[in-house]
């Protein structure tokens, strides 16, 4: 269809209406082709008519002259509930000069989901009379994503906000620099924020947005504080919420977790820059051992067309605080807790149970029972209540949790202590993912983790934005008392960039340290495996060695690092069969293995010349 001017009268309409539709589904887009070109072409306009509104929605435009060429337009349309229409509109200013035209209109993911003859399985949710089957996380979200509202029925309304009544519980906060807009329609800056909320997909529904002309200037931020949470206990919370980053100049927006007052958190996700129009969702997973609270953060690009949007906020599995004591009052008041190296999420009692062990056994938290020094942190629980393993590395470590596992860094320790000062440009290491990337990052930092293989799972890397060329960021065991003679290091590392410098793994034994593994330089975009043979060692430390290359274009990352048969040989009083051979230590090992230079019995009886 393309547009053909018959005479010089100004303000002319050319108006190209849709077949009228009932519903959509809440992933519906609609894209189409279009062409505008010509000295004086002038603009045009997609609007969307919903019955029984009389303001139509703008749901894209162009301004001007395109150039000769088609251009492809995405338009997001998500969960109508209402009848509607399209109407394609052209004025003419009286000296239009040029064409204007579309092809190729497509309609993709607009049918509600399918009914299902069954709906099994602890992340699924059963809608009550369209019988689609939808993932449990859709549930409660502000959309109803069912086609009958079943998803929504029963939700905790102090648990989600839509903005269409105001700020629901959320507060702005009092230290930023500037506060978040509650709007309707688009925002008053051309080529930037949204045409239109989230909630009702039209110009009538309420959104938050931040405002980035004049007065505000460059890194200038607006906070928005969650209402308070009870500790997630043994179920994790659900953060959804739907964010908009259209602009040319659109900076940052982030979200962080705190469960103290008077600091501002830690970052559990960030986007940066110019996301297209559209509403985006996104699902965080939230675990705290204390009362929590969540900040959502909009930060200030160097120009106007920076406009960002905030819409249909929503918290699962959530329970709102209801303690009588102010969790950000006296109780938690200080900076947040440090974890030490030497305990790994488990509390300590101050007082040793009833025991008659001597100064060099361990005792058992619960029973008092008392076991070798050799026992303790050796891969096999000895005691009942496995505290002999609390403090040490843990055998398998996917850093999903954020959880370090065990593993700490002494030279930041010593740093923080000597001369308490922050260590953010240290060359060290830290948790990442690909959701919080950079984007200069994303050439030469993983963009999915090795566990999960998505944008949301976690990391360990050495970010070498940091330090200079040969710095280096150890990070290492707590000492492990006794390893069998199959122990070994599985880990995945990724090492991709073009200054890359070296990856080490390293033996510490009291102060004699030695190499068994290293790798250097690119390794290409993905996830290597490596293996290390430790065998029986006693009393020592296993160090992760990055070493920094020239520039800041050569991240080191590791995820999934697992060890492997190392729990020293249990000797029983089981006789051997005849297929194995018996060692001097009354162990019993496969005749396979006889003479193989691996010293299977712990004695090296096994690999003795008289055999």
Known sequence: ?????????????????????????????????????????GAAELQLLVEGLKQPTVLWRTYYNEGNQWLKAVIQLGRLPYRFQFSLEKISLGFYEGVSAIDDITFENCALPPPASSCEGPNSFWCRDTKACIDSLLVCDLVDDCGDGSDEDGCD???????????????????????????RGPTPTVNTGPLKDHTTGTARGHYLYLESSEPRQFLDKAVLLSPLFNPSGNGTCVFRFHYHMFGKQVYKLSVFQRT?????????????????????????????????????????????????????????????????QHPFGSFFEGNLPTVSPTTSGTSVPA???????????????????????????????????????????????????????????????????????????????????????????EEHCPLT???????????????????????????????????????????????????????????????????????????????????????????????????RGVSYMGDVAVDDITFEDCSPLLISDKTCTSEEFMCANKYCIPKNNLCDFVNDCEDNSDESPSI
């Open 157 to 183: 309304p102090d648990l989600q906000c839509n903005f269409e009544n105001g700020l629901c519980n959320w507060e702005q906060d009092v230290e930023d620099d500037f506060d978040w807009i509650r709007i």
């Open 260 to 324: 103290v007052s008077n600091t501002k958190g830690w970052l559990l996700w960030y986007k940066f820059g110019n996301q297209q129009n559209r509403w985006i969702r996104q699902t965080l997973f939230i675990r705290s051992s204390k009362p929590f609270q969540i900040l959502v953060k909009g930060t200030v690009g160097d120009g106007f067309t920076g406009d960002i949007g905030l819409d249909d906020v929503s918290f699962l599995g959530c329970t709102l605080y209801n303690g009588t």
């Open 449 to 547: 983790d090795h566990t999960m293989n998505t944008e949301e799972g976690w990391y360990l890397f050495a970010d070498s934005s940091n330090g200079e060329f040969g710095h280096t960021a150890d990070i290492a065991t707590p000492v492990i008392s006794l390893t069998g003679p199959r122990c070994k290091i599985i880990f995945w590392n990724y090492m991709n960039g073009s200054t890359i410098g070296s990856l080490e793994v390293l033996y510490k034994r009291s102060n004699k340290t030695s190499k068994l593994w290293t790798q250097s330089g690119t390794q290409g975009p993905q996830w290597n495996r490596a293996e290390v043979f430790l065998g029986i060692r006693s009393n020592f430390q296993v160090i992760f060695r990055a070493k």
């Open 1 to 41: 269809m393309f547009i053909l001017k018959t005479s010089n009268s100004i303000s002319q309409i050319a108006r190209l209406r849709s077949p009228k539709f009932r519903q959509t589904g809440s992933n519906c887009t609609l894209s189409f082709w279009y062409y505008n070109y010509g000295e004086s072409v």
């Open 351 to 441: 007082t040793l149970p009833m025991n008659d062990c001597k100064e060099k056994e361990f005792v058992c938290r619960a029973s008092g029972h008392c076991i070798q020094m050799i026992q303790r942190c050796d891969f096999r629980p000895d005691c009942s209540d496995k505290s002999d393993e609390s403090a040490c590395v843990n055998e398998a470590c996917d850093f999903e949790d954020k959880d370090l596992c065990g593993w700490h860094q002494p030279a930041l320790e010593q740093m923080s202590e000597n001369y308490s000062i922050l260590t953010t440009k240290t060359f060290k290491w830290q948790l990442g993912r690909g959701a919080i990337l950079h984007p200069e990052q």
